[in-house]
């Protein structure tokens, strides 16, 4: 997933990921926003199959 921060106006950060849009009022939000998402994004998942199965349905 490609995450880009780019200034919209003077008062509006833009944080995109791949096609979605998230609007922000000072580019420190959109930045710790962008961090806390990489963060979570390169954490390690655990999936065991039961609960893959049982999510499914």
């Known amino acids: 997933m490609k ?3 780019k200034a919209l106006a003077k ?12 609007t922000f009022r000072s ?3 959109a930045r ?3 961090e806390t ?6 954490a390690p998942h655990n999936f ?3 609960q893959q199965r ?4």
Request: no cysteine; charged share 25%.
């Open 54 to 57: 049982a999510a499914a349905g």
């Open 32 to 34: 710790a926003f962008a």
């Open 27 to 29: 580019e420190a939000e």
């Open 11 to 22: 008062s509006q950060w833009e944080v995109r990921l791949d096609q979605r849009t998230i």
């Open 3 to 5: 995450i880009l921060i």
């Open 37 to 42: 998402l990489q963060a979570r994004i390169q």
């Open 48 to 50: 065991r199959v039961n």
